[in-house]
């Protein structure tokens, strides 16, 4: 997985620059830092090749000759197919803002009804998280952060989607869709192979308790 980040200055497209980025594993807030590289017209790039796939990330590229606002470039890396943390990035007049007592307002946007306050835990260089156990995959949230400071950096808010792999096996009509193989009602048939010659035995299609219980073990670990 690549990292990017846009260095602007003045507005502009910043080129030649030699940006530190930096990156918390929110499962113990332990920081990594390296070098990126320039790809072309101010975007920065950094291959986060040591990456978890269960693991959720968040990431600041310190374009460290520029100044205020410009200075830094944010973002997160959540799990692929798991929502377990709330995260904002606080600024103060452009800047990282830390030491701060952070509230959280979460909606659940798909039954229009408020969730869940909760107070956030501060990670490092103006991240705050909030540990998200009460998710349910296929619900949409927005969430809002009170951050204490003035005007249009008193509040943070967005949105909580699906992850981009849910885990969900259906077999439409008796198919199976993982092996694109059809099967008889019994779950199991001998099929021709090719017109006068051949058979094979088509494999046995699992019990729907063991495709659920297969579905469960992907959601919490991402193994099959």
Known sequence: MFLTGVATENGASKTGLTPTIKIWDLSDDSLNQASAVEVGLGLYSYNFADRIQTGHYLFLFDFVTLTFSEQYACGSVPPDWNRDWVTVYVTEQGLPKTGLTVELTIFNVTDNSLLLTATMTEVDFGFYKYQFTTWVRNKEYGFVCETG????????????????????????????????????????????????????????????????????????????
Do not use: C, W
């Open 149 to 224: 400071l003035l005007n249009d950096e008193l509040a943070a808010y967005g949105i909580i989607d699906d992850p981009i792999i849910t885990g969900r096996v259906t077999y439409p009509q008796e198919r199976d869709v993982r092996r694109n193989t059809s099967y008889g009602p019994n779950g199991s048939k001998t099929g021709s192979l090719r017109p006068g010659g051949g058979t094979f035995k088509m494999p046995i299609k699992r019990p729907d308790e063991e495709v659920l219980e297969i579905i469960k073990i992907h959601r919490e670990t991402g193994n099959i």
